[in-house]
């Protein structure tokens, strides 16, 4: 069965830190790359996508990706005590359209 | 306002009960999902559908069906055969683009084994 591997935290991180959030995946023929944030209770919202690789930047979020070494990564700047969440990773299995979740990393930004 | 709305937000389930949670979505997506999440993990695909009156098994799909007769709405019925139903079920959509786009969530359903 295709994985998605990310580390359960908790990730501590001080105000205005970066935060350094990461993902493989073992599809090799995956081609589309999300982070997704969860409060407590809440569903999730989709901050970044990716696509290719490099790297993409959207506000204090960048993305990163390595298809050669099957690796995602998700930087926030100047972390904010807003931004303590669980954020998962999720890779599209070519196969059937659908996307595979990582069990998530929970991020704590400490004021 | 567009977006995903599932319905109820709690429910609760008698045991050999039979449940359906609702999933309605107003973004013009072809293609929607039904994950169920447990304390402390991530998503698991119970069922997807990418076309009306078509679907196909997740990971988990024992004890689960559906249905996609409009484009719009795709419910979950959880059955007496799910052993361990209690978890928070997520709806989701996304257009069907070469390669995946992104899925959008609904506010989800914590149902609940009394």
């Known amino acids: 069965q295709k994985e998605v591997e990310q580390n359960s935290g908790p990730l501590s991180v001080p105000e205005g830190a970066i935060a350094s959030l990461n993902c493989t995946y073992s599809d090799r023929v995956s081609q589309s790359f999300f982070w997704y944030r969860q409060y407590s209770g809440k569903s999730p919202e989709l901050i970044m996508s990716?696509?290719?690789?490099g790297d993409k930047e959207d506000g204090r979020f960048t993305a990163q990706l390595n298809k050669a070494s099957q690796y995602v990564s998700l930087l926030i700047r100047d972390s904010q005590p807003s931004d303590s969440a669980t954020y998962l990773c999720?890779?599209?299995?070519?196969?059937?359209?659908?996307?595979?979740f990582g069990s998530g990393t929970r991020l704590q930004v400490q004021p | 306002d567009g977006g995903i709305t599932q319905s109820p937000k709690y429910l609760f389930r008698k045991e050999g009960q039979n449940v359906t949670l609702s999933c309605e979505q107003n973004?013009?997506?072809?293609?929607m999902y039904w994950y169920r999440q447990d304390p402390g993990q991530g998503l698991r695909l119970i069922y997807y559908?990418?076309?009306?009156?078509?679907?196909q098994k997740g990971d988990i799909a024992e004890g689960y069906s559906v249905s996609r007769e409009k484009k719009e709405s795709f419910p979950l019925t959880v059955t007496s055969a799910q052993k361990n139903p209690t978890a928070f079920y997520l709806c989701?959509?996304?257009?069907?683009?070469?390669?995946?786009?992104?899925?959008?969530f609904g506010q989800g359903t914590r149902l609940t084994v009394v």
């Open positions: 989701a959509s996304s257009t069907l683009g070469q390669g995946g786009t992104e899925a959008f």
């Open positions: 999720a890779v599209t299995d070519t196969g059937r359209r659908a996307l595979t």
């Open positions: 559908s990418q076309i009306v009156n078509d679907f």
């Open positions: 973004l013009n997506h072809d293609a």
């Open positions: 990716i696509y290719s690789n």
